[in-house]
């Protein structure tokens, strides 16, 4: 009788053919980020629909690997290997962003950024400077918070309002300069425009003189957005209707170029 190595009824393996324990791990991974890094068994359970002892034996695997701790409360919150796994991962996101931020330099002059969201702030993962003497810098890796940023826009207005509150709870909101949105009530309002318009501007709210206009990478692996950014006199008003189809179309472009180094 012929014998297979993968049966294909392996109880370790999940209909799509990856390794179910695996896949129940790395699950758990993003729903305790989702719930914002620390949680507890039972809300495992009831967001996952696992049983607690099969929770129970895999968080087990992740502490002893240091992908996860136990807090002395008894709860578990995700671990600092992450914070390695993450930084290369961020960094080869930029990588691969590069050429499409140099498209946008190329067709708009204005220096072009990556973001993501990364827990409560956001972070700089790429930039392509602008050709001008005078031109906008953000250094890469740099972390600031989401409210007076383009960036932090585009990425919270596809966030529920509910969570945009809560997490502008945990950071404050203070002001950059005397234009930043101050209030959750006005910046629920700004990202009522985003959505509205289908970009986000920050104008004067993070520096006097600068303004930025971003929109988010649809679809991408994890929550990212591009911008360009450069004076308040050349990135008037009328240069955002140039602009902007330009960065929506690189965005969507950068989006398919995203799934196909992550397929499904």
């Known amino acids: 009788m012929p014998t297979s190595s993968a049966s294909t009824t392996d109880p370790a393996r999940s209909a799509s053919g990856g390794v179910q324990s695996l896949e129940r791990a790395f699950d758990l991974l993003e729903r305790m980020a989702d719930a914002g890094g620390e949680v507890g068994l039972s809300e495992l359970s009831a967001s996952s629909g696992l049983p607690l002892p099969t929770i129970h034996r895999l968080m087990r695997t992740l502490v002893a690997c240091g992908y996860v701790r136990q807090q002395t409360n008894r709860r578990y919150a995700l671990g600092p290997r992450l914070i390695r796994l993450g930084e290369s991962a961020s960094r080869l996101l930029g990588t ?7 498209r946008l330099v190329e067709e708009t002059g204005e220096t072009a950024n990556m973001a993501l969201l990364d827990g409560d702030e956001i972070v700089y993962v790429a930039q392509v400077p602008s050709k001008h003497s005078m031109r906008m810098f953000t250094e890469v890796g740099r972390r600031v918070l989401p409210h007076s940023t383009g960036v932090g826009k585009a990425l919270l207005a596809e966030v529920p309002d509910a969570e945009v509150r809560a997490l502008l709870a945990r950071t404050g909101m203070p002001a950059a ?88």
């Open 96 to 102: 691969w962003a590069r050429p499409y931020l140099a």
């Open 177 to 264: 300069t005397e234009k930043t949105i101050t209030t959750a009530d006005g910046f629920l309002t700004a990202l009522a425009d985003v959505r509205r318009l289908g970009y986000a501007v920050d104008d004067n709210e993070q520096e006097i003189g600068v303004r930025c206009l971003a929109v988010s990478v649809p679809d991408s692996p994890t929550a990212a957005a591009i911008s360009i950014s450069g004076p308040a006199g050349r990135v008037t008003e009328t240069a955002t209707q140039r602009i902007v189809p330009v960065l929506q179309q690189v965005a969507g472009e950068l989006s398919q170029a995203l799934a196909a180094q992550n397929p499904a």
